[in-house]
């Protein structure tokens, strides 16, 4: 009996030892974060988030040059890139206003290129000269700066009676000189001759 005592007072560290290892085991497990999902990966998790946003920019000389609208901003820092929804562009240059509107928007890693997607709608103010001018597609990329914008897939434009469509667009001067390419058709206002 003396024998077996001894042998428990021996082994009773041990077991002591033992069942407390296991239980940090345990706590340290039970306790661990989980492993991150494909979904929240760094590269795809947003690093920040803003709401009813009101972006205004100005140009060297101090004058408004534009202004970003949307409901709701995030910015991935894996790609430098914002991603904007319901997104409205308004463009201040020589005197007039263009405003774009889209379902969807990207701007680019240093805010120099926006693109617009998915029920894409542009309209430039008319002046003495020039009607309003309205453009729709489902694509649209606006460099601001150099007043310049592309689309690779089909667009409408509409200038007062003058209608046209074509598979692709490149313009500058904030849709003042187009090059419409691709299948192109245009309607032009009929003009009455004098007899």
Known sequence: MR?????IYRIYPLVIAALLAAGAIWLERATRSPEPTAEATPSQAPDFIARAVHIVGF????KLYYTLESPYLEHLSSTDSTRIEHPELHLFTQGRRMQINADHGEVGPKGERVDF???????REGDSHDPPLH????????????????????????????????????????????KLSGKVRMHLPHTKRNP
């Open 3 to 7: 024998g077996l005592l001894n042998l």
């Open 59 to 62: 140009a060297k000389d101090g």
């Open 117 to 123: 997607t998915d029920n894409v709608e542009a309209e």
């Open 135 to 178: 453009l729709s597609s489902q694509q649209l990329t606006v460099w601001p700066q150099e007043q310049r914008a592309v689309s690779n897939v089909p667009v409408r434009i509409t200038q007062g009676e003058t209608r046209a469509s074509a598979n692709k667009l490149e313009a500058d001067s904030v849709f003042g000189e187009m």
